[in-house]
């Protein structure tokens, strides 16, 4: 196991990717929003729009604590998953410091396995492995495992983690799976793996891809408009919580103008919108916005999509 750690070091110190500014920083924090920011989302959108303008906004913790939560969303605007930011911000209320165990870092808002586990092996070096997608992978082509489950996978982790150099190992492991044992076309003669790797003649195999459909959600959407204002609430539920947005309607006004269709495809399903413009003669709802007050909103991609089919000559 020695030699395989050696092997995996060398690599990572030849081909690693120390650039990344969340691996040059002993900043709990810092580490921190770096993994909720690059859930579900590429390292290159992270690094290109999100995480310094974040960090720039909310240096600490504690100012991220200090913080209003609408401020909080604006700054992720356009990243998506809400949640993340809501819990990134209720956290921040709650604490002054992350905690370097992982059983109190699960038990924070929005913090998983994976997610506590990277923390405390970035953040505070302990001697512990990380499960992200592309270590599944690896460790499913390592032993051709075609759908194992997740106990199996972390029992295979801890037993192959270097715990000596947790920092370095985990972080490899990631960038293995990101730049060598790619989902498609595998390039396995690069791979420090390839020695011990079980599932090297046939990669594709492993782990087994799983078919699903994605659904079509249809909505009417409904722009309320009164004194060249419009009119938006802000989401309750589960989905997109927190973020203004504009009506959701069964049957939209008679009176009505439609204005054309925005669609949106999330992860687990794609949402259709049919758009309408309702001019009302008296204000019917609570809250009412100039397009320039609405530009200083935490609203979705969608609803950006909808603004878009409005003209100012419109109101």
């Known amino acids: 196991m020695k030699n395989l750690h050696r092997t995996i070091h060398h690599w990572y110190q030849a081909y690693g990717r120390h650039t990344l500014p969340w691996r040059n920083t002993d900043d709990p924090y810092y580490i921190y929003l770096s993994e909720v920011m690059l859930q579900q989302t590429q390292v290159k959108t992270v690094l290109e729009r999100y995480y310094f ?176 204002r419009l009119s938006l609430y802000r989401r309750s539920g589960k989905f997109l919580h927190g973020l203004w947005g504009f009506e959701n309607m069964e049957v939209p006004p008679c009176a009505a103008e439609y204005l054309g269709e925005v669609s949106h495809t999330y992860t687990h399903f794609k949402l259709n919108c049919r758009v309408y413009l309702y001019h009302e003669s008296t204000p019917e709802q609570e809250n009412y916005f100039t397009l320039d007050e609405i530009r200083t909103l935490a609203i979705s991609k969608v609803d950006e999509k909808i603004l878009k089919l409005l003209d100012r000559e419109t109101l």
């Open 53 to 228: 303008p974040f960090i720039e906004r909310f240096p600490t913790l504690k100012a991220l604590g200090e913080a209003e939560l609408d401020e909080v969303l604006k700054c992720w605007e356009g990243l998506g998953y809400y949640t993340r930011a809501k819990n990134l911000h209720k956290t921040a209320t709650l604490l002054k410091e992350l905690p370097p165990d992982i059983d109190a870092l699960i038990k924070l808002p929005g913090i998983g396995k994976n997610t506590a586990h990277a923390i405390a092996a970035f953040a505070f070096r302990q001697p512990v492995p990380v499960m992200e997608a592309n270590v599944k992978r690896i460790l499913c082509r390592l032993y051709r495992l075609e759908n194992p489950t997740e106990k199996e996978l972390w029992e295979l982790a801890y037993t192959l983690v270097d715990r000596e150099n947790p920092f370095d190992y985990n972080q490899a492991m990631m960038d293995i799976g990101a730049t060598v044992c790619l989902p498609k076309n595998a390039e396995c003669e690069r791979c420090p793996l390839e020695s011990i790797c079980r599932g090297k003649e046939a990669p594709w195999r492993y782990p087994v891809k799983k078919k699903r459909t994605v659904p079509v959600r249809e909505e009417h959407i409904v722009i309320r408009s009164y004194d060249e």
